[in-house]
Structure formats: C-alpha cells, structure tokens
C-alpha cells in the first residue's frame, strides 16, 4: 500500500467553522484515481448511513473529505452497523481520490476504534 | 445550477424515501425487482420488434403480440413502479443528471411510438399474415422501439457514472 499523502487533523474548531454539507451525488467507480492511494485521518463531520452507499463529511485540514463508503448492507455486514460511526470520531480512511472533484474520496478500508474494515 | 423544484426535495424528505435509503435490503431488494421489470420489458418488446422489422417470419404477428405485448406491459409497469421508488431516495440529484434527464425523454419516446402503433394498427395487426413486409409505418415503429428502450437501458446504466 503506497502512502502518497497524509492529512492530520489540526482543529476542532475549524470543523465547528465549515459544517459540511455531504452532497448526495451517486460516484460512478470508474472517476476515481486508483493510481493515487491516500490515506486520510480526520473527525467525522457528519454520517449519511444510505443507499446507494453510505457517505461520511470528513474534516481533515485542510478540507473537508467527502467519503464514500459502502452499501448499508455491506456496512452492517462487516461490523459497521447505523450508528457504528457518529459524528465526532476519529476515523483514518484509505482510498482514492475523485479525478474532478478534488473533495471527493473513495475509500477502500476504514479504521474506527482501532478496528478496520475492507469495503471492497 | 438551477435550484431543484420543491416537490422534490419534499419527496426525498418523506418518509418513505428515508426508509428506502437507510434500511439495508430495501433498496438492493427495489433495483433487483427494477432490472426484472426492465429486462421483461425489454425481452419481450425486442422480440416484438424484431417481428416488425422483418424477422421471425412465419410468425404470425398477432400471435406474437398476444404473448409479448402484455409481458413488456408488465415490465413496464413493475419498472415504473419500481424507478419511481429508486428516484425518490435521491430526487433533487436526479433532475441534475443529465443521463437521468435523457433516459426520461427516451421513455417519454417509447411510449409516444407504442401509443401510435396501437392507435394506427389496432385494428388491423390480427389480419397481418404469417410471411411478408408489414406496413412500412410498422416497421418503422419496431426500429424505433429497439432504439429509444435500448438506449433509455443504457442512459439508466450510466446515471451513475456522470
């Protein structure tokens, strides 16, 4: 695994200061960089828990990530059930990048509470 | 970016498109019974048009329809329904998608054609024999059918990638 990047959070203030708004856009797998693995630590802005999968706001300055995650289903399946990730964790994502919206992360695991799960 | 019309943000919001979204097997169960839907529709509407065209002679057309035709409406109406539960969770998204927008329109000419068929050969399709050219208009609908469902089919596909 190629660790091309690391965000570290700086502030809680500045994610009380840029409450994100998580766009409900449906990625197509394809628009992602998969040359480019990033792996982001940051505090959870905010959980969409939805079909068609689930999307996280990820503060890690200096921007906000938009996350997407997986299915519900596959979500609870894999041990990370509605509620399992909230608002204010820290979580560390590893993904890819959106080739046009620079905001937009695609991640393949996620670690919570010291535990990781595959997402793919 | 034009804002998106009330209504829907106010069916995202209810609470049927919530539960669509958040419950588990909801939504996959809705598109598994939304590609059964289409893929009856399009079976049997392919078949149908073929006929038009010019192939499967030997056939008799009217035969055909009695099978075909109420298989694809039966498609037609379980992908409806079905769609119409998928664009709910994500209205205001969807009216900003282009390829949404094209597979709506390519519906739209679906239906157009298969209303003037039906209204042009109603009458007639039962004395159309098992060889020979059909209408030239009639041929002319099958080929525009294959068209418009099998592009509307591959708009849908691609809601997800724009």
Sequence with gaps: MIQARRLVLIGFACAALFPAAVATAHHGWSGFDTSRTLTVEGKVASVDYKNPHVTIALDAAPRTWEVDLAPPSRMGARGLPDGAIKAGDTVTVVGYPHKTEPQVLRAERITVAGKTVELR | ?162
């Design chain 2, 1 to 162: 970016m034009t804002a998106a019309p009330a209504w829907a943000a106010w069916v995202e919001q209810s609470s049927l498109a919530q539960a669509i979204r958040g419950g588990a097997a909801f939504y996959p169960a809705i598109e598994t019974v939304h590609i059964l839907g289409f893929a009856c529709l399009l079976g049997a509407i392919v078949v149908f048009d073929l006929r038009l065209i010019g192939l499967g002679g030997g056939i008799r057309p009217a035969a055909l329809a009695a099978i075909a035709l109420p298989v694809a409406g039966i498609g037609l109406g379980v992908a409806m329904t079905t769609g119409a539960l998928l664009f709910i969770t994500e209205a205001t998204t969807y009216l900003r998608n282009p390829m949404f927008l094209a597979k709506i329109g390519l519906i739209g000419l679906g239906l157009a054609n298969v209303a003037l068929f039906h209204r042009r050969f109603r009458a007639t399709l039962d004395a159309w024999p098992d060889h020979g050219a059909l209408p030239a208009a009639a041929r002319l609908a099958g080929g525009l059918s294959l068209l418009s469902w099998a592009a509307a089919l591959v708009c849908g596909r691609l809601i997800a990638y724009v």
